[in-house]
């Protein structure tokens, strides 16, 4: 049997969390690129299926709380929604875990798989639903001007790859650190 990918959901359910807390009431917008990061390296060098839970986890801790307003029609509404928005992330982390580290310039491939992600949850079924887009956690950042170029989809592009190349970094750190004998 192999073994349950346990901190790695941990860490996929702390970045979905995190990316939460970027959004209204709480606008902790620079936490964004830390959380997408902690997804990314959640999903990296594993399994399509790991990946799946890693995604499923962090959509779940994102979408849960986000959605909460949608209690007031019913609590069957808020938990089904929440669901089906967390089951676009575990195919994100699907495809992250296909992506990371394994395609030259996977960090720009895992800002596209953002990109694409948010335009078919956004567009699909019935017209889709676009809450919880990374874009829409950066108002009035840094990150607010590229809407004028390419508008919310070129935001999230420009989050994600901010995570990416965080995550790349990290990923290069841990490997400085425990290579022995390395300066």
Not at 38 to 53: F, H
């Amino acid at each position: 049997l192999r073994r349950f990918p346990g901190r790695a959901v941990g860490l996929g359910a702390l970045g979905g969390f995190a990316l939460y807390t970027a959004f209204p009431p709480l606008g902790w917008w620079p936490l964004a690129i830390p959380a997408v990061t902690a997804i990314t390296l959640a999903c990296r060098g594993r399994s399509w299926r790991a990946g799946l839970l890693v995604g499923l986890a962090a959509g779940l801790a994102e979408f849960v709380p986000l959605v909460f307003w949608l209690h007031v029609v019913t609590p069957l509404a808020w938990i089904v929604l929440a669901i089906a928005q967390s089951l676009y992330l575990g195919a994100l982390g699907a495809g992250l875990a296909v992506l990371v580290g394994r395609l030259p310039g996977w960090q720009v491939w895992t800002a596209c798989a953002w990109v694409g992600e948010e335009l078919i949850r956004s567009r699909w079924p019935l017209g889709g639903f676009g809450w919880g887009r990374l874009a829409f956690s950066q108002a009035d950042t840094p990150f607010t001007s590229y809407a004028a170029v390419a508008g919310a989809p070129l935001v999230t592009f420009a989050v994600a790859l901010c995570a990416a190349l965080l995550a790349s970094a990290t990923i290069a750190f841990a490997g400085v650190v425990r290579t022995p004998g390395a300066t």
